[in-house]
């Protein structure tokens, strides 16, 4: 059953699809690793250097831990509320936009489906960013549908990611 867009965004529909479809076959772990690679590169895009925000670190590490059994899904829950406090508290809806995409990426340890609402948050951070071109969208979708099929079929070692 496909998912439903929680937030409105502009979108490439096909794309998303495409990638919604492989998220429902797709373990929650892999989701995790997937939505925390997809928080990176939107940070990085708007330039959040989330090497130097404590919350972000503390949320990435926690999922990360979790993924590997040494965290409760408890402290997941409480690093991707910390994450959304900041992005409460964003003067930039830029900013405010690329920050949830981090909380959704965190949260993904506690319920998969953050995975999708972070995908989502990702395309609307890109709209903002270049009103809502489309091209711009659908480049941000076929990355994304690259990356979970990298995941799913094991082909990146994320010990090498930034």
Same mark, same amino acid.
């Given at each position: 059953?496909?998912?439903?867009?929680?937030?409105?965004?502009?979108?490439?529909?096909?794309?998303?699809? =495409?990638?919604? =479809?492989?998220?429902?076959?797709?373990?929650?772990?892999?989701?995790?690793?997937?939505?925390?690679?997809?928080?990176?590169?939107?940070?990085?895009?708007?330039?959040?250097?989330?090497?130097?925000?404590? =919350?972000?670190?503390? *949320?990435?590490?926690?999922?990360?831990?979790?993924?590997?059994?040494?965290?409760?899904?408890?402290?997941?829950?409480?690093?991707?509320?910390?994450?959304?406090?900041?992005?409460?508290?964003?003067?930039?809806?830029?900013?405010?936009?690329?920050?949830?995409?981090?909380?959704?990426?965190?949260?993904?340890?506690?319920?998969?489906?953050?995975?999708?609402?972070?995908?989502?948050?990702?395309?609307?951070?890109? *709209?903002?960013?270049?009103?809502?071109?489309?091209?711009?969208?659908?480049?941000?979708?076929?990355?994304?549908?690259?990356?979970?099929?990298?995941?799913?079929? *094991?082909?990146?070692?994320?010990?090498?990611?930034?």
């Amino acid at each position: 059953m496909p998912t439903r867009v929680k937030i409105k965004i502009f979108d490439n529909n096909k794309l998303r699809q =495409e990638i919604d =479809e492989l998220y429902e076959k797709t373990n929650q772990i892999d989701l995790a690793k997937w939505s925390l690679l997809i928080a990176k590169h939107i940070l990085d895009i708007v330039n959040i250097d989330y090497h130097l925000i404590d =919350e972000i670190i503390d *949320g990435f590490k926690v999922n990360e831990l979790w993924q590997i059994g040494e965290a409760r899904m408890y402290d997941v829950r409480q690093a991707g509320f910390k994450i959304h406090k900041i992005a409460r508290e964003s003067n930039s809806e830029i900013k405010k936009t690329a920050l949830r995409v981090a909380g959704q990426a965190v949260g993904s340890g506690h319920m998969g489906e953050h995975a999708m609402v972070a995908s989502d948050y990702a395309i609307k951070t890109i *709209g903002l960013i270049t009103s809502n071109d489309f091209k711009a969208v659908t480049l941000e979708r076929e990355w994304q549908l690259k990356e979970l099929r990298k995941i799913v079929n *094991g082909k990146i070692n994320l010990d090498d990611m930034p």
